[in-house]
C-alpha cells in the first residue's frame, strides 16, 4: 500500500489584459476597450472515498492549474484556467514543506485549494480616467502560487489489531469480518494493512489488520514504523497474543514497550486482548495483568471459532459510537491554503536593454518611484509600464 507521496503543485497563471482601443470607421480615435485577463486555474485536493492510498502519484508528482485566457478588445475577459483536482483517499493528510499539517481529509468530499490561480491582468479599458483617456498600458496575468506537499495516508478505522507476526490478527479478521487477507504459519504474511468492516444490525465497524510488530518497530525493525502510524486513528486497539507460546504477559509488555516508544497517544489507547489459539491449550491461559487501558479480555481460537462470537458482539459495545466532529455552523466544507501573500498585491520590476519594466499590478506613482529607485534606476532610464514608455526622472 503507498501510504506517503511527495507532490509538486503549480496553478495557473492568469491572462493578460488586453491592451485595445476601439476602432469604427467614422471615428478617428476610439476610446480604450481592452478587457480583463482570466484568473488562472488551482489546484486543488478532494477525498474520494472510492480510492485506497496514494499509488497514483507514483506515475505523476507535478500538477498544474490551466492558465487564464488573456483579455481581448470590446471589453472581452479572458477564460477562466482550468482548476486540476486532485483525487486522494479519505484520510489523507497534507503536510507543508516544514512538515506542518496543512489539512486532515477525513470526510468524502472535503477539498482543500493547495495552490491559488495567479488572478488576471486588468484591460486598459480599466485605467481611463477624465485626466487618461488613451492608457497605453495594461496588466500582466500573475503567476499561480507554487508549493511542494507531502501527502501521507493515515487510515481511518474504528478499531485496529495489534501484535506480533504470526498471533492470528489476520485469521480473526476473517472471522469477524468480510475481508479476506493471506494467512499463513510465517511471520510478516500481512504486509499492508487490511480494512474489514464488521457489521451488526445497527452498527458498522471499520477493523483494521496491522503488519506485525516486532520488538525495536518504533525504530523501523520489521515493517515497523510506517505501521505504527496507521495505529494512530483507530479509538480502540485490539491486541491479539498468541496464547499458546510462551507467558502471554510478557508479549502484552511487549508490544506495549513499542506503542509507547512510538508515542501519538498510542500507550493511552483504551485497548481489548484476544489470547488467540487457545484450542491448542488444555488449560485457560495465564493473564493476570492489572491495567487500567485493558478494558476487556476475550480467549479466541480463529481456527475452531471458540469465542469469536462473543468477541465480535463485545466490539461494538467496547468501540464507542463515533461523535460526529462538531463543525460550527456557516463553515465552508472546504479549506484555503496560502503559503503566500496575495500576488494581487504584487508587481515585479524587471530590467531590460535600455531601463526597466514594471510587470503585474500598476503601483501608485510613489511606490513605483521608490520601487525603481531600490532597483537602481537613474533619471532618464526607460520604464516600461507595460506597454508605455516612460522616462524615469
Ligand atoms: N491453532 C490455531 N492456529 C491459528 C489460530 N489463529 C491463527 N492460527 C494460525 O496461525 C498462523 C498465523 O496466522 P495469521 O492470521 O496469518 O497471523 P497474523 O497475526 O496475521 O500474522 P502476520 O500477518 O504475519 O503478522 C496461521 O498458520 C494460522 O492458521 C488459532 O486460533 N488456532
Ligand atoms: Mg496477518
Do not use: C
Not at 115 to 129: E, H, Q, S, V
Not at 281 to 289: E, G, K, Q, R, Y
Amino acid at each position: 500500500m503507498i501510504d506517503r507521496a511527495r507532490i509538486h503543485v503549480q496553478a495557473g497563471r492568469g491572462g493578460d489584459g488586453s491592451l485595445s482601443f476601439r476602432r469604427e470607421r467614422h471615428v478617428p480615435k476610439g476610446g480604450p476597450d481592452g478587457g480583463d485577463g482570466g484568473p488562472g486555474g488551482d489546484v486543488v485536493l478532494v477525498a474520494d472515498s472510492d480510492l485506497r492510498d496514494l499509488s497514483e502519484f507514483q506515475r505523476r508528482q507535478w500538477f498544474r492549474g490551466g492558465r487564464g485566457g488573456a483579455g481581448g478588445g470590446s471589453g472581452r475577459h479572458g477564460a477562466a484556467g482550468s482548476e486540476e483536482v486532485l483525487r486522494v483517499p479519505v484520510g489523507t493528510q497534507v503536510l507543508d514543506d516544514h512538515g506542518n499539517l496543512v489539512a486532515d481529509l477525513t470526510g468524502a468530499g472535503a477539498r482543500i485549494v493547495l495552490a491559488r490561480g495567479g488572478p488576471g491582468g486588468r484591460g486598459n479599458r480599466r485605467f481611463a480616467t477624465s485626466v487618461r483617456q488613451t492608457p497605453r498600458f495594461a496588466e500582466t496575468g500573475l503567476p499561480g502560487e507554487e508549493a511542494d506537499f507531502e501527502l501521507r495516508l493515515k487510515l481511518l478505522a474504528d478499531a485496529a489489531l495489534v501484535g506480533l507476526p504470526n498471533a492470528g490478527k489476520s485469521s480473526l479478521l476473517r472471522r469477524i469480518s468480510n475481508a479476506r487477507p493471506k494467512v499463513a504459519d510465517y511471520p510478516f504474511t500481512t504486509i499492508q494493512p487490511v480494512l474489514g468492516t464488521v457489521d451488526s444490525d445497527e452498527r458498522q465497524l471499520v477493523v483494521a489488520d496491522v503488519p506485525g510488530l516486532i520488538e525495536g518497530a518504533s525504530e523501523g525493525a520489521g515493517l515497523g514504523h510506517e505501521f505504527l502510524a496507521h495505529l494512530e486513528r483507530a479509538r480502540v486497539l485490539v491486541h491479539v497474543i498468541d496464547a499458546s507460546e510462551g507467558d502471554p504477559a510478557d508479549r502484552y509488555a511487549q508490544i506495549d514497550r513499542e506503542l509507547g516508544a512510538y508515542g501519538a497517544g498510542l500507550a493511552e489507547r483504551p485497548q481489548i486482548v484476544a489470547l488467540n489459539k487457545v484450542d491448542l491449550l488444555t488449560a485457560p491461559p495465564p493473564f493476570d495483568i492489572d491495567d487500567e487501558r485493558v478494558v476487556a479480555v476475550f480467549e479466541t481460537s480463529a481456527a475452531t471459532g471458540a469465542g469469536i462470537e462473543r468477541f465480535r458482539r463485545s466490539l461494538f459495545e467496547l468501540v464507542p459510537p463515533e461523535v460526529e466532529a462538531e463543525v460550527p455552523e456557516g463553515l465552508p466544507d472546504f479549506l484555503v491554503y496560502r503559503p503566500q501573500p496575495d500576488p494581487r498585491r504584487a508587481f515585479r520590476i524587471f530590467r531590460t536593454d535600455r531601463g526597466f519594466r514594471v510587470v503585474g499590478r500598476v503601483p501608485a506613482e510613489k511606490e513605483l518611484e521608490r520601487a525603481l529607485r531600490e532597483a537602481g534606476a537613474k533619471r532618464g532610464d526607460e520604464v516600461e509600464v507595460a506597454g508605455e514608455a516612460l522616462e524615469f526622472q
